[in-house]
């Protein structure tokens, strides 16, 4: 073959193989990755979750521990628990629709003895973070084990009275130890609780791990502060995207829309292109 046929060869190898690659958006090149909290789909099973989550293009999931597996898995769930045989069915499943497990949580464990079998858990499964609130007699052995497995620890904020309501209670917690211990940003939850979501974001500069992201309806309206298609709510979307950007944030915005359980995915695909347009804008 001459030198000019081995060019033309190795070119449409090349154009084949980008012409069968996914499409970036500018969010994903810059380190911003959606990923989908499972939860949002609790009321199916995970292998149903996945499907949903494929089906809207989204490439990443955060499994809720007790998410049940479903299909020939019967009653079993998303965790630790799971034996090895699942463990990789899982994952080959996940695979098989296109999706990456790349986190778990809400995680909060009942005993100090259950954080070995989370992390080795979590490694197994080649996750990234394990969202969770530690109690704070904890904290030493987290940080020991986030560094032996490498993986972060993301620290979610439910409602007050929760240990982390706040972002100064995490800030007092992890002052002092490993960059993998951040926060789990909920910023419907500090909106909720009185909180301006904005500042707690600047407040935990560099200190982000992940966020469960999404918007929320005013306090006043029916059924209060729920859930509602990103940029419609009073969360102000696109300052807190600014937020993020002029704070050098990379990692996983996961959905977690808790509205409409039956049948999200159209609200949620509106949350998308709302985000893909509003970061188009910033990058």
């Known amino acids: 073959m001459t030198r000019?046929?081995?060019?033309?060869?190795?070119?449409a190898v090349l154009l084949a193989?980008?012409?069968?690659s996914p499409k970036q958006t500018p969010a994903e090149k810059n380190g911003w990755n959606l990923s989908m909290q499972s939860y949002t789909f609790h009321k199916f099973t995970f292998e149903e979750a996945l499907e949903k989550t494929a089906s809207l293009g989204v490439k990443y999931i955060e499994a809720f521990p007790g998410h049940r597996l479903g299909d020939k898995w019967g009653d079993q769930v998303f965790g630790y628990g799971m034996d090895g045989k699942t463990r990789k069915e899982i994952l080959d499943l996940a695979a098989s629709k296109?999706?990456?497990i790349v986190g778990t949580g809400v995680f909060v464990p009942s005993d100090s003895s259950e954080w070995e079998k989370e992390f080795a858990f979590a490694k197994e499964m080649g996750m990234e973070f394990?969202?969770?609130?530690p109690a704070m007699k904890d904290w030493d052995l987290?940080?020991?084990?986030?560094d032996q497995y490498g993986i972060a620890v993301s620290v979610h904020n439910h409602p007050r009275p929760s240990t982390y309501w706040t972002p100064d209670s995490l800030l007092a917690a992890v002052s002092g130890r490993s960059a993998r211990l951040g926060s789990c940003s909920d910023v419907g939850h500090w909106k909720r609780c009185g909180l301006d979501q904005l500042e707690c974001l600047r407040k935990l500069d560099g200190r982000i791990i992940s966020l469960h992201f999404?918007?929320?309806a005013p306090a006043d309206a029916e059924g209060g502060p729920h859930d509602v298609i990103w940029?419609?709510?009073v969360l102000n979307v696109p300052s807190m995207l600014q937020i993020l950007k002029d704070q050098g944030f990379k990692g996983y915005f996961s959905i977690e829309y808790e509205y409409n359980w039956d049948n999200s995915?159209?609200?949620?695909?509106?949350?998308?292109?709302?985000?893909?347009?509003?970061?188009?804008?910033?990058?």
Request: proline content about 2%.
């Open 17 to 20: 193989a980008a012409a069968c």
């Open 98 to 100: 296109g999706v990456k």
């Open 214 to 216: 999404k918007d929320i």
């Open 4 to 11: 000019m046929r081995l060019f033309l060869a190795a070119a």
């Open 142 to 146: 987290v940080e020991k084990l986030s």
């Open 265 to 283: 995915v159209p609200d949620i695909r509106q949350c998308i292109d709302y985000f893909n347009g509003e970061a188009k804008k910033l990058f």
């Open 231 to 233: 940029g419609t709510g």
């Open 130 to 133: 394990i969202s969770t609130e």
